[in-house]
C-alpha cells in the first residue's frame, strides 16, 4: 500500500499515508507503532445512509430532489446534480444567496489560498492543479479517480465573487459497507458547512454510498458541536499517519 501511495504522488519518498484502527486492538496498534506510524489527534464522525437527508437539513428537500432511489449515478453526474439542487435551493434566500459549484483546475489558486488561512495544507498549487484538471465545466475526477471539491462563493458589494469555503468529497471503498464518502472541509461557518454537507449528502445519495464520514483536528470546540448534533462520533477509532522516513523505509524507496 505504501509502495502503491508512493507511485501515486510522483515518487521521492514525500508520500503519507493515513488510516484508523480501533484503541482495543493493541496487537495492531503495536506493529503500526514499530512500523513508525504516529496517532494524531482528531475526532471521527459517521453519518449512515438513512441520516443523509436529515443531515442535508434545511436544503434537504431541494437538494434530494429528483433522485432516483438507490440507483447509483456517475460521479461527475452525481457531484453536479447535487451542487445545481443545493444552489437552486440557496437562491429561495434572495439576491446575494450563495452558490455552490465543483471546482476546476482554475480555482487551484484561491482553494490553495483558503486552505491556507484556515489551518495550512501540504499540498503544492502544482500537485492541486493536476489533481483538480480540466476547468469548471469539466472538471477530472469522481470516475477518474482524482479530486473533486465542492466551493462555496457568494457575490460581495461590487459583484465579484468570493470563495466562502469548501469541503473535499473523496470517494472511497469500505470492505464493510462498500462506497462511502470522506469529507475534508475548508469551512470557518456553521452555515458554510452544513450548505455544503447537504450536497456532500445529496451526492454521496446519488452515488449508492453507505455512509459518510469526516474528521475534526485541533480541538475545534464549535466544529465539534456542529458534527455531533448531525452523526455518529467514533471514539474509539484512533487514527495513525506514516509519513517522512518510516514511510519511505515501508515503501522500499
Do not use: C, K
Amino acid at each position: 500500500a505504501a509502495a502503491a501511495a508512493e507511485a501515486d504522488g510522483g515518487g521521492g519518498g514525500g508520500g503519507v499515508m493515513e488510516w484508523q484502527a480501533l484503541d482495543w486492538n493493541a496487537p495492531a496498534l503495536g506493529f503500526y507503532e514499530r512500523l513508525g506510524a504516529e496517532v494524531w489527534p482528531a475526532e471521527n464522525f459517521r453519518l449512515r445512509r438513512e441520516g443523509f437527508r436529515a443531515a442535508a437539513g434545511e436544503l434537504g428537500a431541494a437538494a434530494f430532489q429528483g433522485v432516483a432511489g438507490d440507483a447509483p449515478d456517475g460521479a461527475l453526474p452525481a457531484l453536479s446534480a447535487a451542487a445545481a439542487a443545493v444552489t437552486a435551493a440557496l437562491a429561495q434566500r434572495g439576491a446575494g444567496a450563495p452558490r455552490v459549484r465543483l471546482a476546476g483546475r482554475e480555482d487551484a489558486a484561491p482553494l490553495l489560498e483558503l486552505a491556507q488561512a484556515h489551518g495550512g495544507v501540504g499540498a503544492t498549487l502544482e500537485a492541486l492543479q493536476a489533481e483538480l484538471g480540466g476547468d469548471s465545466s469539466g472538471p477530472r475526477g469522481g470516475d477518474d479517480g482524482l479530486l473533486n471539491v465542492f466551493l462555496m462563493e457568494q457575490e460581495d458589494s461590487g459583484g465579484a465573487l468570493g470563495l466562502l469555503a469548501a469541503v473535499g468529497v473523496g470517494r472511497l471503498y469500505s470492505t464493510w459497507t462498500g462506497t462511502l464518502v470522506y469529507l475534508e472541509f475548508i469551512a470557518p461557518s456553521a452555515d458554510a458547512r452544513s450548505v455544503l454537507l447537504s450536497a456532500a449528502a445529496a451526492a454521496a445519495w446519488r452515488l449508492g454510498a453507505g455512509r459518510i464520514q469526516w474528521h475534526v483536528e485541533g480541538g475545534d470546540e464549535g466544529f465539534l458541536a456542529w458534527s455531533r448534533d448531525r452523526a455518529q462520533q467514533l471514539g474509539e477509532w484512533v487514527n495513525l499517519r506514516l509519513s517522512g522516513e518510516a514511510f519511505r523505509r515501508v515503501a522500499g524507496t
